[in-house]
């Protein structure tokens, strides 16, 4: 099967999400190649849970840091995602894998521990989908099985750790955080181009793919989607959390 791959960059909380969204559109109706995708976020940024509350996470501490916060597509807790950090997306058919979900958060996974293991840093997987170095988490990842058999898995691979930021806008202690969270940085001193060049080239390998940009539809889809759907994220109290800027605030504020 040929693949298509999308090479980093940085974009917005709302644009990172509008984009997984468009090319799981594209993918779905057959107009792209199954993607894999690299991007980075600027500014540092939460993407919460698809059906997580947001006020477990410290929203006024989002505006002091310039946090942005977005709902991703898939289930699971807050992530920070900081500026330095790695975050991969891989869209394609279900039947690539076999028709299983597990066979795809291993073959997906094992890409970013021989990642890894050739920096010389040695992972493994642990409760499915998290990748773990001496026991604490490194890469967290998440997955859904979308409309058309289509399965989007994403996630992040953590390069260095803000313990000033993290644990407080998370709503967790900084001796949590030191304890089960891991970054490249506390095991080897290496580059942001090192360390890309190792997933790209893991990611790819065996596969048949081309390099390409988003398509002219893709990025109408994007726009679009970034400002009606990923701009806003609705409390449970019917509070409208709008985009301004980089962090988000209540309307009105």
Same mark, same amino acid.
């Given at each position: 099967?040929?693949?298509?791959?999308?090479?980093?960059?940085?974009?917005?909380?709302?644009?990172?999400?509008?984009?997984?969204?468009? *090319? $799981?559109?594209? *993918?779905?109706?057959?107009?792209?190649?199954?993607?894999?995708r690299f991007y980075k976020w600027m500014p540092s940024s939460i993407s919460l849970g698809a059906y997580q509350n947001p006020k477990e996470i410290n929203l006024d501490?989002?505006?002091k840091h310039n946090i942005g916060i977005v709902r991703r597509m898939t289930g699971g807790r807050a992530v920070f995602h900081d500026k330095v950090d790695f975050t991969?997306?891989?869209?394609?058919?279900?039947? *690539?894998?076999?028709? %299983?979900?597990? %066979?795809?958060?291993?073959?997906?996974?094992?890409?970013?521990?021989?990642?890894?293991?050739?920096?010389?840093?040695?992972?493994?997987?642990?409760?499915? %989908?998290?990748?773990?170095?001496?026991?604490?988490?490194?890469?967290?990842?998440?997955?859904?099985?979308?409309?058309?058999?289509? $399965?989007?898995?994403?996630?992040?691979?953590? $390069?260095?750790?803000?313990?000033?930021?993290? &644990?407080?806008?998370?709503?967790?202690? #900084?001796?949590?955080?030191?304890?089960?969270?891991?970054?490249?940085?506390?095991?080897?001193?290496?580059?942001?181009?090192?360390?890309?060049?190792?997933?790209? #080239?893991?990611?790819?390998?065996? #596969?048949?793919? #081309?390099?390409?940009?988003?398509?002219?539809?893709?990025?109408?889809?994007?726009?679009?989607?970034?400002?009606?759907?990923?701009?806003?994220?609705?409390? &449970?109290?019917?509070?409208?959390?709008?985009?301004?800027?980089?962090?988000?605030?209540?309307?009105?504020?």
């Amino acid at each position: 099967m040929k693949w298509r791959l999308i090479e980093q960059n940085e974009y917005s909380a709302a644009m990172n999400m509008a984009i997984d969204h468009a *090319v $799981y559109e594209s *993918v779905a109706n057959e107009r792209e190649l199954p993607t894999i995708r690299f991007y980075k976020w600027m500014p540092s940024s939460i993407s919460l849970g698809a059906y997580q509350n947001p006020k477990e996470i410290n929203l006024d501490a989002c505006k002091k840091h310039n946090i942005g916060i977005v709902r991703r597509m898939t289930g699971g807790r807050a992530v920070f995602h900081d500026k330095v950090d790695f975050t991969y997306s891989v869209i394609a058919p279900i039947r *690539v894998f076999n028709y %299983n979900i597990e %066979n795809a958060y291993k073959e997906i996974c094992t890409c970013i521990i021989n990642a890894l293991n050739e920096l010389g840093i040695k992972a493994a997987i642990e409760n499915k %989908n998290d990748i773990v170095v001496n026991g604490k988490k490194i890469s967290g990842n998440a997955a859904k099985l979308m409309n058309k058999g289509i $399965y989007l898995q994403h996630g992040t691979l953590i $390069y260095g750790i803000d313990l000033d930021v993290m &644990p407080e806008v998370l709503n967790i202690s #900084k001796e949590i955080v030191k304890e089960r969270v891991a970054s490249i940085l506390q095991h080897k001193k290496l580059s942001q181009n090192d360390v890309y060049d190792a997933l790209k #080239k893991n990611f790819t390998k065996s #596969k048949d793919f #081309k390099t390409e940009q988003l398509s002219k539809f893709e990025l109408m889809r994007v726009n679009d989607l970034a400002k009606t759907k990923y701009s806003t994220i609705m409390l &449970p109290t019917g509070t409208l959390v709008k985009n301004k800027g980089a962090c988000y605030v209540e309307r009105g504020s």
